[in-house]
Each structure stands twice: as C-alpha cells, then as structure tokens.
C-alpha cells in the first residue's frame, strides 16, 4: 500500500512557474512508475508526465518543454517543475503510483 500526498499548487498569472510534490509512503516507492494527471474542469482526467523506475520520461505534447517531471526515491518523492504556464494549464493535479495508488490532489489555476 502507498499513501500519496500532494502539495505546490496554487494561483499563478500566466506565465509564471509551480513546483509540485507528491510525497509517498509505504514500501517499494523505487521500483513504481510515478506520474501526475490532471484533470480540468468539466474535462476527463489526462496524463501529463510520468517518470519510471530508470528515470525514462514522458510528457503529454502540450506541456512538452515547459514541464519537467523528477523523482526522489531517497526521498521517496516526485516533482513536477511548472514553467510558462498557461490559463490551459488550470486543472486539478493528481500523481499515482503504477496507476494503482492515487493521491488526493492539489490545485493549479492559471489566471490574470
């Protein structure tokens, strides 16, 4: 079993830049895929990036060069490094482990 918990969202101006975290815990955090979703509002959810075990990543066309997806197994933490956001970009992002275990959330809004 693995508890995910996120936090680092918030309200930003286009433009501007979120780092968030998603801490786990639980055993076995080194050998899970790890990615963050999101889901925007009245949209299904997507996938944004994942990272896996070897450190391969993969990012969702939209976001590529802008997002960076990074992981901590020391820390048993994974990031995600926001940069020129947009208002496209407001969601509510969620990070899971091998899509088996979910975390709650953390809200990203992108507005002037």
């Known amino acids: 079993q693995v508890h995910l918990v996120e936090s680092g969202g918030g309200l930003v101006q286009p433009g501007g830049s979120l780092r968030l975290s998603c801490v786990a815990s639980?055993?076995?955090?080194?050998?899970?895929?790890m990615a963050w979703y999101r889901q925007p509002p009245g949209k299904q959810r997507e996938l944004v990036a994942a990272v896996s075990s070897d450190r391969t990543t993969w990012y969702e066309d939209s976001v590529k060069g802008r997002f960076t997806i990074s992981r901590d197994d020391v820390e048993s933490t994974i990031y995600l490094q926001m940069d020129s956001l947009e208002p496209e970009d407001t969601a509510l992002y969620v990070c899971?482990?091998?899509?088996?275990?979910w975390g709650q959330g953390t809200q990203v809004t992108v507005s002037s």
């Open positions: 899971c482990a091998d899509q088996l275990f």
């Open positions: 639980g055993t076995g955090f080194d050998v899970y895929t």
